[in-house]
């Protein structure tokens, strides 16, 4: 027994080296890589301490970054699970084409974020598809993107909007775990519809719940493809995201160890938003 156990363990050997390689590896070589003045490709690098850390003290495009990335990160949060909750709660009934449905509305997800921002960009440019139907009306149209206010909230909806049948899919899981004997007993009870959800299926799907807000804000807090596809990060940085400054310093800017040092702050940022919310989420569970 003991010999087989070990035989299973060693199953992990090959997840664990891919795992030890591409994230605990870089993850190692960007912190050391923090404390360099280093321009990415040249063999000489000049040891700085913690200098380029405070340089992100004084950054105001770090800052404006950060800005854009917590509404990113939790503005699309709150928007997937609003979608993807009611999406589920629509499909979970049956009706004929319920499929067809939950297809169309998962479909999205199938499509890379640089696709989905190059398809939207063509809808909000000058020239775009809602100008034109604006200019049916006689309404006068807009650069959505060139004002960046605007622009970072398109971003989030566009986010929103792609990924919240992977929230549907979590909570439709959520929901069929669920045992119809709790809702025949509510009923029983007097309880309407309204209260069944508050009392009973909220409560029941947070650990789908903790799933789908976790995943989700990881996502949007490190959100880059959409951005470099719809605005490139501009005006000014007006709707630049953490991932994209990071890109933008590294490569553009050759400022390689700064760059770290903002990679760094970000895994730090993110990991801290996960435990907090796994911890939350943790205390809220109830046992089925």
């Known amino acids: 027994m003991k010999k087989?156990?070990?035989?299973?363990?060693?199953?992990?050997?090959p997840a664990l080296f891919v795992v030890l390689l591409f994230v605990l590896y870089p993850l190692i070589r960007s912190f050391r890589m923090s404390f360099y003045n280093w321009n990415g490709y040249s063999p000489v690098k000049m040891f700085i301490g913690f200098d380029n850390y405070k340089n992100l003290l004084s950054d105001k495009n770090f800052f404006l970054s950060f800005t854009n990335t917590l509404l990113y990160g939790f503005g699309s949060t709150i928007l997937q699970n609003i979608l993807g909750l009611s999406?589920?709660?629509f499909l979970n009934t049956k009706f004929k084409g319920h499929k067809a449905v939950r297809t169309i509305v998962y479909l999205p997800v199938m499509i890379s974020g640089l696709i989905m921002g190059y398809i939207m960009y063509f809808m909000v440019r000058n020239q775009g598809a809602i100008n034109e139907i604006l200019g049916w009306f006689s309404l006068s149209g807009m650069d959505w993107m060139g004002d960046g206010n605007v622009g970072r909230w398109i971003i989030t909806f566009v986010n929103s909007w792609q990924y919240c049948g992977y929230c549907m899919v979590i909570y439709m899981a959520g929901l069929q775990g669920i045992s119809r004997q709790y809702y025949e007993a509510a009923a029983i009870d007097g309880a309407n519809s309204w209260?069944?959800?508050?009392y009973i299926t909220l409560p029941l799907l947070i650990p789908a719940m903790s799933s789908a807000v976790v995943i989700n804000l990881i996502g949007g807090l490190k959100l880059y493809d959409i951005v470099v596809s719809l605005s490139n990060g501009g005006p000014n940085y007006m709707t630049s995201s953490l991932s994209y400054y990071i890109n933008n310093r590294y490569?553009?800017?050759?400022?390689?160890g700064y760059a770290s040092a903002v990679g760094v702050v970000m895994f730090l940022f993110i990991m801290?938003?996960?435990q907090i919310l796994?911890?939350?989420f943790r205390k809220k569970e109830v046992e089925m």
């Open 195 to 198: 209260e069944s959800f508050r």
């Open 251 to 256: 490569l553009s800017a050759e400022q390689a």
């Open 272 to 274: 801290l938003c996960s």
């Open 4 to 13: 087989r156990k070990i035989q299973m363990n060693m199953l992990y050997l």
């Open 87 to 89: 999406f589920a709660l």
């Open 278 to 280: 796994n911890g939350y």
